[in-house]
């Protein structure tokens, strides 16, 4: 098991909810008030915050708040940790597939 599964494991449970992979995926193109990322959702505000809580919780999101106005941002690097698990779990596969290829070209050769 790594030694960041914790910070995994938040992470995917985070991203586990569609409504929150909507709010990152906007996210990843610029900072937004609060109200711009509610606009599409069908839900109450308290119902978003509660999804941007977990996102903040998880490290993927900040908050600043100006006055009556709270701007959420994109971590930097926050998805760093899944992209570390995932090249991860690629390398064995591709290492199997490689493999794969090698028997296969020696037990079929090509006919010229």
């Known amino acids: 098991m790594p030694k960041y599964h914790d ?13 929150r992979r909507a709010v990152v995926e906007r996210l990843a193109k610029f900072p937004a008030v609060v109200s711009e990322l ?6 109450a505000l308290p119902s978003l ?9 998880a490290g993927l999101v ?5 006055g009556r106005v709270r701007t959420v941002s994109l971590r930097p690097g926050a ?6 698990w995932l090249g ?25």
Do not use: C, N, W, Y
């Open 49 to 57: 915050m509660q999804h941007l809580r977990v996102l903040e919780d």
């Open 38 to 43: 509610a606009a599409p959702f069908p839900m």
């Open 88 to 112: 991860e779990q690629r390398t064995p596969a591709e290492r199997q597939a490689d493999r794969l290829g090698i028997h296969l070209t020696r037990t079929h050769p090509k006919e010229t």
């Open 62 to 66: 900040t908050s600043e708040k100006h």
């Open 7 to 19: 910070e995994l494991d938040a992470v995917l449970r985070a991203l586990a909810d569609p409504t």
């Open 79 to 84: 998805l760093d940790v899944l992209h570390l």
